[in-house]
């Protein structure tokens, strides 16, 4: 019966052994699948401050793009406005000019027969003509300012567009 015993003995500290390698390798195992799950979580967490970070940018990035389309609107209405009251002026004071002209003219040339009608009264132009050369002068100095505020308004927003440009690059 002495080596039955020992058998049982044997066979009884080999499954406690097991057990104790089987109970230290579920420790090893549970803190390995909790360092998984830690990193796990870093990684998502990583990944929702990427896109946290993302959406901020984008929406940081849609708001200066409006500000800078509505700086531009309203840039291109400044030149666009200078421009016209600059053309309306000149065009005043051309008007003005041609209309003091035929005054100064009807005051010279007004035919005395018709003192009761309302009529335009003749202005000469160097070549002896009446009215027409006036008019046809009136007509070009008109269309010069016209053509002048538009190199104006072209150049106006030339340059802006070049300091919008230089503005972008150097940012």
């Known amino acids: 019966?002495?080596?039955?015993?020992?058998?049982?003995?044997?066979?009884?500290?080999?499954?406690?052994?097991?057990?104790?390698?089987?109970?230290?390798?579920?420790?090893?195992?549970?803190?390995?699948?909790?360092?998984?799950?830690?990193?796990?979580?870093?990684?998502?967490?990583?990944?929702?401050?990427?896109?946290?970070?993302?959406?901020?940018?984008?929406?940081?990035?849609?708001?200066?793009?409006?500000?800078?389309?509505?700086?531009?609107?309203?840039?291109?209405?400044?030149?666009?406005?200078?421009t016209l009251d600059a053309y309306r002026k000149e065009l005043d004071a051309l008007k003005l000019r041609y209309a003091n002209l035929r005054v100064r003219a009807g005051e010279a040339g007004t035919n005395k027969g018709n003192i009761g009608k309302s009529r335009m009264p003749e202005v000469s132009n160097p070549s002896g003509g009446s009215n027409q050369g006036a008019v046809a002068d009136f007509a070009c100095e008109a269309n010069d300012l016209q053509l002048r505020a538009l190199i104006a308004w072209v150049v106006g927003q030339w340059h802006l567009n070049k300091e919008m440009e230089s503005d972008k690059n150097g940012s």
């Open 1 to 82: 019966m002495g080596i039955l015993a020992f058998w049982r003995e044997g066979i009884i500290a080999l499954l406690i052994a097991v057990a104790g390698l089987l109970w230290l390798n579920g420790k090893a195992e549970s803190a390995r699948a909790a360092k998984w799950q830690t990193r796990s979580i870093e990684t998502q967490a990583a990944f929702d401050q990427t896109v946290a970070n993302y959406r901020g940018a984008t929406e940081l990035a849609k708001a200066q793009d409006a500000a800078h389309a509505a700086r531009v609107e309203r840039d291109q209405n400044v030149v666009s406005l200078e």
